[in-house]
């Protein structure tokens, strides 16, 4: 295939409205008829911007000059804004950037799904600076800067960001990010440390370095120290997840605990868990409300994780079942379940794209129906879902393109309606928006 010529840019600013704002947070204007998403700009701005690129059926640039401000522009915390990917929504007060991440949520039930809710749910909304307790940060020695990054990467860009530190992640990393690059520089690996993956629990802060080679003792003891100063848990991974293995201390067990519901949550540190633990605790809370589990009802959940909804939702129904397609939060959920004395909930292993009628776990009917799954939706499972005759379905999503696109499915495939929903701020700042809907039929 022939690659895209690239056209060449105009070398001046150039001015334009902005009429609205993209699912990334972007600007988008209206310059001869063609759009232009513009980064830094927003809805109702007149502002001069630089061409970036341009394409067959867009074009894209990035602003130089705000002429006339939103009233709802501030500066941003962050001294790196802009050029870190981190973050792309600092400039946005942050009232305004729940209700843009709203409307993007009812954009797309109106665009993709063709249907409204009936009614709107109050944003969920929580701390916003240093509430990110997971994160992947890339480690790389820059030859021409003589210097070891540990950071993001750039914005639209493969290069680790050169940052002091970072506000939204939690405080015990993100004030720390210099210590890690000149801990990082000073071993004699410096050059075979990869990436650095994050999980912050209830009270520590565990580290996993990804080291390409088999480190040193003098390595080993420099990282051991360090992790013993700043009361850090530290863990390499040498190949794959199955590698993961704790340097310091050498037992170390990760948690976190949903008081309201009397459960507490062991993981491994590279397993999925909510990077927001204000608002994990509080969507759970929702999901609960407008599942409404009762004691004489089987509930089945799926994509469940390591048990995150499946826990508190069998303290309140007669059964649940909770299906994942990896084996190891199958593994840790069923691990939690008898940790927390939950009798009433199995756990199984499946591949939740194929056909699930035969699965043996499938029979005996199910009451209720709560959905968590990745980015690519749930489109596979709802025929499934819909063959079980169930009448009210929690679907929590953390991309509103594909929940709508599975909401039309449901509603005007599948005969549900579309009762509720609403957005959840699990990410401040980005233009990431996790949301949560109430279908019901009958």
Same mark, same amino acid.
């Given at each position: 295939?022939?690659?895209?010529?690239?056209?060449?840019?105009?070398?001046?600013?150039?001015?334009?409205?902005?009429?609205?704002?993209?699912?990334?947070?972007?600007?988008?204007?209206?310059?001869?008829?063609?759009?232009?998403?513009?980064? +830094?700009?927003?809805?109702?701005?007149?502002?001069?911007?630089?061409? %970036?690129?341009?394409?067959?059926?867009?074009?894209?640039? %990035?602003?130089?000059? #705000?002429?006339?401000?939103?009233?709802?522009?501030?500066?941003?915390?962050?001294?790196?804004?802009?050029?870190?990917?981190?973050?792309?929504?600092?400039?946005?007060?942050?009232?305004?950037?729940?209700?843009?991440?709203?409307?993007?949520?009812?954009?797309?039930?109106?665009?993709? +799904?063709? @249907?409204?809710?009936?009614?709107?749910?109050?944003?969920?909304?929580?701390?916003?600076?240093?509430?990110?307790?997971?994160?992947?940060?890339?480690?790389?020695? @820059?030859?021409?800067?003589?210097?070891?990054?540990?950071?993001?990467?750039?914005?639209?860009?493969?290069?680790?960001?050169?940052?002091?530190?970072?506000?939204?992640?939690?405080?015990?990393?993100? !004030?720390?990010?210099?210590?890690?690059?000149?801990?990082?520089?000073?071993? !004699?690996?410096?050059?075979?440390?990869?990436?650095?993956?994050?999980?912050?629990?209830? %009270?520590?802060?565990?580290?996993?370095?990804?080291?390409?080679?088999?480190?040193?003792?003098?390595?080993?003891?420099?990282? &051991?120290?360090?992790?013993?100063?700043?009361?850090?848990?530290?863990?390499?991974?040498?190949?794959?997840?199955?590698?993961? %293995?704790?340097? $310091?201390?050498?037992?170390?067990?990760?948690?976190?605990?949903?008081?309201?519901?009397?459960?507490?949550?062991?993981?491994?540190?590279?397993?999925? &868990?909510?990077?927001?633990?204000?608002?994990?605790?509080?969507? #759970?809370?929702?999901?609960?409300?407008?599942?409404?589990?009762?004691?004489?009802?089987?509930?089945?959940?799926?994509?469940?994780?390591?048990?995150?909804?499946?826990?508190?939702?069998?303290?309140?129904?007669?059964?649940?079942?909770?299906?994942?397609?990896?084996?190891?939060?199958?593994?840790?959920?069923?691990?939690?379940?008898?940790?927390? +004395?939950? !009798?009433?909930?199995?756990?199984?292993?499946?591949?939740?794209?194929?056909?699930?009628?035969?699965?043996? $776990? $499938?029979?005996?009917?199910?009451?209720?129906?709560?959905?968590?799954?990745?980015?690519?939706?749930?489109?596979?499972?709802?025929?499934?879902?819909?063959?079980?005759?169930?009448?009210?379905?929690?679907?929590?999503?953390?991309?509103?393109? &594909?929940?709508?696109?599975?909401?039309?499915?449901?509603?005007?495939?599948?005969?549900?309606?579309? !009762?509720?929903?609403?957005?959840?701020?699990?990410?401040?700042?980005?233009?990431?928006?996790?949301?949560?809907?109430?279908?019901?039929?009958?």
């Amino acid at each position: 295939m022939a690659r895209r010529r690239r056209k060449k840019l105009p070398a001046e600013p150039v001015q334009a409205t902005i009429e609205s704002m993209s699912h990334d947070g972007r600007g988008v204007a209206h310059v001869e008829d063609k759009a232009v998403f513009i980064d +830094g700009a927003l809805p109702g701005e007149t502002v001069l911007f630089l061409y %970036t690129d341009r394409r067959r059926k867009f074009d894209e640039g %990035t602003t130089s000059e #705000v002429l006339e401000a939103s009233p709802h522009r501030v500066e941003p915390k962050c001294a790196h804004f802009g050029l870190c990917g981190g973050c792309s929504l600092q400039h946005l007060d942050p009232v305004e950037q729940i209700h843009a991440k709203q409307q993007i949520l009812l954009d797309n039930f109106h665009h993709l +799904g063709k @249907v409204k809710p009936d009614e709107v749910l109050e944003p969920l909304t929580g701390p916003l600076w240093g509430y990110r307790r997971k994160a992947r940060l890339g480690v790389k020695y @820059v030859i021409k800067k003589e210097k070891l990054l540990v950071g993001f990467r750039e914005k639209h860009s493969p290069y680790v960001a050169e940052l002091s530190r970072c506000e939204v992640l939690h405080p015990s990393v993100g !004030e720390r990010l210099t210590d890690l690059a000149e801990l990082i520089a000073g071993l !004699e690996a410096y050059n075979r440390i990869a990436q650095i993956e994050v999980a912050v629990d209830d %009270t520590r802060t565990a580290l996993v370095l990804r080291n390409l080679v088999e480190l040193s003792a003098a390595d080993r003891e420099k990282l &051991t120290a360090f992790a013993r100063t700043n009361d850090l848990c530290l863990f390499l991974q040498p190949k794959g997840p199955d590698s993961v %293995t704790p340097l $310091w201390p050498e037992s170390i067990q990760l948690h976190y605990a949903l008081p309201a519901h009397g459960v507490d949550y062991h993981f491994e540190p590279t397993d999925f &868990t909510q990077v927001n633990s204000d608002i994990n605790q509080a969507m #759970v809370e929702r999901a609960l409300e407008l599942l409404a589990p009762q004691a004489d009802e089987r509930v089945l959940d799926l994509f469940c994780g390591l048990g995150n909804f499946t826990l508190p939702i069998a303290r309140r129904a007669q059964a649940v079942v909770g299906i994942e397609g990896d084996p190891g939060l199958i593994e840790r959920a069923r691990e939690n379940a008898e940790r927390n +004395g939950i !009798e009433n909930v199995t756990f199984h292993t499946a591949d939740l794209m194929a056909d699930l009628a035969e699965a043996p $776990w $499938w029979g005996g009917g199910f009451d209720k129906v709560l959905l968590d799954p990745p980015r690519s939706g749930a489109q596979a499972t709802l025929p499934h879902i819909a063959r079980l005759g169930i009448n009210r379905l929690v679907y929590v999503s953390c991309n509103p393109a &594909t929940l709508a696109r599975d909401a039309g499915i449901l509603v005007n495939e599948y005969g549900y309606r579309l !009762e509720k929903a609403g957005v959840m701020d699990m990410f401040p700042h980005t233009a990431h928006v996790e949301s949560i809907a109430l279908f019901t039929k009958g």
